[in-house]
């Protein structure tokens, strides 16, 4: 920034305003989301959500091209009687008179106007400045680089005084409700709102009247990559900007910090504090599993989510809402593992199917039904009766479970007919059992489930939620509720396809176990291996049953927690309605 003794106390002057203000002032470029669409300002401004895509980074290479000549100012302003602060993108002298001029990297409205919310925050910059120099400013610009055009706005202080206040005013109100306003009536806002993946405004749409397929604003696959680090006595530190992986053969790898958003360190994996601390600082998550891989823990970034969580809590105390969800957590896993192990076992001499098979069928397709009673109905076999207490809420969940862990059990003990191995095989399948593992592939099902756990832990994270207050899981051990809710949805589409085609495939061999007495674990090749199935699973794309529209299954665990959220928000939502083909 440029400075001479005109404007040199610019800097006091927004600091004093912060200080002497009981509220916190709205920033300027808050205004212009709100002008935008009030969500937006909500999403960012109340619940501090902030997503940096490609148009938000050009909009920064601009500001930082902005000439900074002799006679241009970028000034930082606050005031406490606007109730407003911003920094301005110039503010300058042009024939003795003060001028503000805003600048835009897109187009300016049919060549001949600027866009509302560019106006607003145009004038809300003049009032700032006119009062800090205490001159009259009669004409603002707007500079939008993409058409070329300079657009001038017009400043009438009274009536720019009223229009910035019933904005400030509106603010106000919004930054103390919990309700978040609903999606904008302007479809075509959302295509270039940076927030859509977060907001979901398609989702939301098509949840309401079911209509058109929804346009898809969610990225279908992740950017940054996530990163297993399985060699034991391995480290992880920070050099530059780069974190790098030291491993005991002297051998070091290095990996642009930004390209990476998960560091997973399987047992014996150092990282340093400066490490932690790039990560943290660059919304980098550190995960911690155990030799055997179990999750032990977290330093995840994670949005504020404080009226997210204030919301989380109320849904949680609205006993209907939580059984009912809870059965659909339930039917969906369900109805998948019906319908994968039906599918498998068509066609060809499989069609032919033993009558184990077809009992063990029927009775899972009886729980389901079970299960679906509960999610329309759950009092009295009439939907509209709601559960109004704790004792019939705790009764109907209790019923939920038992349904659910039948059709589970039925589900393991027909698991083999859908296997190419027999008695004797290294792979062969007979129950689940874990804690610990028995076998080679229990061994394998422990492994991938405690992976998809610590991605629906960074998950619900992610969208600001408190993994400790499930929906269907309650604390019965250090596992966090949320996301073993949420896995519920995954276990089957992610892991247990892609287990059972390696295992069809003869991929494993007994060198990748270590075997002891009554337990099994994968050993570090194994580990390898079985982290390379279940990302390149994740990685997949698939076309959401209900949404219509492509996405990797990795994305599709961060979709189902932010539907989740909407759910229990009051918005319409198509939470858990995913099912296999
Ligand atoms: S995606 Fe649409 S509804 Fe959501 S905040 Fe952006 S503009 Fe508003």
């Known amino acids: 920034m440029t400075a001479d003794a005109e404007f040199e106390d610019a800097f006091r002057s927004n600091a004093h305003a912060e200080k002497t203000t009981d509220e916190p002032l709205i920033r ?8 935008y669409c009030e969500r937006l300002f909500y999403l960012e401004e109340v619940e501090g959500i902030r997503v940096a895509d490609h148009n938000v980074f050009a909009g920064r290479r601009l500001h930082d091209q902005i000439d900074k000549g002799p006679d241009i100012y970028q000034l930082e302003l606050g005031s406490e009687r606007l109730g407003i ?27 001949t106007e600027a866009w509302p919310s560019d106006r607003l925050q145009t004038l809300a910059y003049a009032l700032l400045l006119s009062e800090h120099r205490g001159e009259v400013i009669s004409e603002a610009f707007v500079r939008y680089h993409a058409d070329k055009k300079t657009i001038t706005i ?14 400030v005013n509106r603010a106000k109100e919004l930054r103390a409700t919990l309700q978040r306003p609903p999606v904008t009536a302007s479809e075509h806002l959302c295509r270039t709102c940076s927030l ?31 990163v297993h680090i399985v060699e034991q006595g391995a480290s992880v530190s920070k050099v530059g900007e780069q974190l790098v992986i030291w491993v005991p053969d002297g051998s070091k790898k290095p990996l642009p910090g930004l390209t990476v958003s998960t560091l997973v360190l399987h047992g014996n994996v150092q990282i340093s504090t400066q490490a932690i601390h790039f990560c943290a600082a660059n919304g980098i998550g550190v995960h911690w599993l155990s030799y055997g891989g179990n999750y032990v823990g977290a330093v995840t970034p994670g949005a504020g989510g404080v009226q997210r969580r204030a919301r989380q809590f109320r849904a949680l105390d609205d006993f209907d809402l939580r059984v009912r969800l809870s059965a659909r957590i339930a039917q969906a896993k369900v109805e998948n ?25 029927a009775r899972m397709r009886n ?34 479970r038992g349904y659910e862990g039948l059709a589970g059990r039925e589900y393991f003990a027909l698991l083999p007919h859908v296997l190419d191995v027999v008695d004797g095989d290294l792979l062969f399948f007979k129950g689940r059992n874990r804690r610990p593992p028995k076998d080679p592939f229990n061994a394998l099902l422990s492994f991938g489930y405690a992976l998809l756990y610590r991605d629906c832990v960074a998950a619900v994270i ?32 992610i892991w247990d396809i892609a287990l059972v085609g390696s295992v069809n495939r003869k991929q494993w061999t007994k060198e990748d176990f270590d075997v002891t007495a009554g337990q099994v674990w994968l050993n570090a090749d194994g580990r390898r291996k079985a982290i390379g199935l279940y990302e390149a699973r994740k990685q997949e794309k698939w076309k959401h049953p209900v949404l219509e529209y492509s996405l990797s299954y990795a994305r599709t665990i961060e979709l189902e927690a932010r539907l989740l959220e909407k759910e229990w928000s009051g918005q319409p939502s198509v939470f858990a309605k995913l099912r296999l083909r």
């Open 196 to 226: 859509a993946p977060v907001c979901l405004p398609e989702e939301e749409r098509f949840a309401e009247d079911e209509g058109e397929t929804p346009q898809r604003l969610f990225p279908p696959d992740e950017s940054r990559r996530i």
């Open 28 to 35: 300027v470029m808050a205004l212009h989301a709100l002008a």
């Open 85 to 111: 602060r911003g920094k301005l993108d110039v503010a300058k002298r042009e024939g003795g008179r003060l001028v503000v001029i805003e600048h835009k990297k897109g187009k300016s409205k049919g060549g």
């Open 337 to 361: 593992q019906v319908r994968y192990l039906l599918r498998t076992t068509r066609g060809g001499e499989a069609d032919a199917r033993h009558p184990e098979f077809e009992t063990g069928v």
């Open 154 to 167: 017009p400043v009438d202080p009274a009536a720019a005084a009223q229009e910035v206040g019933a904005a």
């Open 367 to 400: 729980c389901l039904g079970q299960i679906g009673h509960i999610a329309d109905s759950p009092v009295a076999g009439n939907p509209d009766v709601r559960i109004e207490t704790e004792e019939a809420a705790t009764e109907i969940a209790g019923k939920l």
């Open 462 to 493: 992610a969208v600001g939620l408190e993994p400790a207050l499930g929906i269907m899981h309650t604390p019965r051990s250090t596992a966090y509720p949320l996301a073993l809710d949420l896995m519920e949805l995954f276990r089957l589409i």
